[in-house]
């Protein structure tokens, strides 16, 4: 019984964590991997006054965070923040890359720059990803921590 009651944290801790990090690595994997991402990339290396022809990112439910985000509370401080920071970071993603659609832009120079600005802001979800691949890391796999192999 008392083996139970101290190691129930624990075990709750990296069973949330195992779960947070397989849906962020499948997330990143989809972002790499996305043709509409790619379409941007182009169209920004493309020749000056192009047109911007990016659909819509379509990521699927961010479902281990929704179901366990009143759950955040197991990890220490940042890790929390973090996460919250991170998948608010993600589901603002495709609207940024549908807003690049809309013709509302005054100049060409207005439009180019603001699909730099998207395509900064999707590395920067990258980023944040790997570093929480790498926090999250040490809860699952004490023994083999090379076992996650993206962080």
Do not use: W
């Not at 801790?13 to 991402?37: K, N, Q, T």
């Not at 973090?82 to 495709?94: E, I, K, M, S, V």
């Not at 998207?118 to 890391?137: C, D, F, M, N, P």
């Amino acid at each position: 019984m008392l083996r139970a009651l101290t190691f129930g944290p624990t075990r709750k801790r990296r069973r949330l964590a195992s779960a947070f990090v397989g849906e962020i690595a499948g997330i990143m994997s989809i972002i790499e991997e996305s043709v509409h991402v790619r379409q941007l990339e182009l169209a920004i290396q493309a020749a000056h006054g192009a047109p911007i022809e990016v659909a819509e990112l379509n990521l699927p439910r961010l479902s281990v965070y929704e179901a366990n985000a009143c759950e955040l509370g197991v990890f220490e401080s940042p890790l929390p923040r973090q996460l919250a920071y991170f998948y608010t970071r993600l589901a603002a993603a495709p609207h940024r890359l549908r807003s690049l659609s809309l013709s509302s832009y005054r100049s060409v120079e207005e439009r180019d720059q603001r699909a730099r600005e998207v395509l900064a802001e999707i590395t920067q979800i990258l980023k944040l990803g790997e570093e929480l691949l790498r926090s999250l890391r040490q809860f699952v796999s004490v023994k083999r921590p090379s076992s996650i192999s993206r962080a």
